[in-house]
């Protein structure tokens, strides 16, 4: 009911950037979060950078002056810039959204991944 598209990710070199896109669609009555994660093989998916429709954000430590998460509430689209790669942030990247549906039942949705690497 709910579909999350993913664009932006590749292969970029370290301390170069990209920039991740996410559009929801669906039955969607409201947003709440919008957020990235991210998962490299054999760890658990973790938190990269989350946004409420009110602009406040939250960071992985870990990316924390390096990546910007952003959100055009009337797109129900979020953005993930990242600037200063570093081969460590190689990984796979997921948008998530939660929020209302029409009918207000809760949804907690995922993208299908977008694979970013990062070369030395």
């Known amino acids: 009911q709910v579909q999350l598209v993913e664009s932006g990710g590749g292969l970029v070199q370290a301390g170069g950037s990209l920039r991740l896109s996410c559009a929801a669609s669906?039955?969607?009555?409201?947003?709440?979060?919008m957020g990235w994660y991210r998962q490299v093989p054999g760890n658990q998916r973790e938190l990269v950078a989350a946004?409420?429709?009110?602009?406040?954000?939250n960071y992985a430590d870990s990316v924390k002056g390096r990546f910007t998460i952003s959100r055009d509430n009337a797109k129900n689209t979020v953005y993930l810039q990242m600037n200063s790669l570093k081969p460590e942030d190689t990984a796979v990247y997921y948008c998530?959204?939660?929020?209302?549906?029409?009918?207000?039942?809760?949804?907690?949705?995922w993208g299908q991944g977008t694979q970013v690497t990062v070369s030395s």
């Open positions: 998530n959204a939660r929020g209302l549906l029409r009918g207000f039942r809760q949804f907690d949705a």
């Open positions: 669906g039955s969607i009555f409201s947003i709440n979060a």
């Open positions: 946004s409420t429709p009110a602009g406040n954000t």
